[in-house]
């Protein structure tokens, strides 16, 4: 359940990222990655996996 909150944050971000900067997919990529190992690792430290 938690995976499934945070994934919908995620697409949140990304979608704020891709409006402030609507020509960069590179630099959303990047931040994508980013936030994604951010939160996974948030989960997992959570979890304790």
């Not at 949140?12 to 997919?25: A, C, R, T």
């Not at 590179?26 to 304790?48: D, L, R």
Request: cysteine-free.
């Amino acid at each position: 359940a938690a995976q499934g909150f945070y994934g919908g944050i995620l697409q949140i971000l990304v979608g704020w990222i891709q409006e402030i900067i609507p020509d960069s997919p590179q630099y959303i990529k990047k931040a994508n990655q980013f936030i994604q190992a951010s939160v996974e690792g948030w989960i997992q430290h959570k979890t304790g996996n």
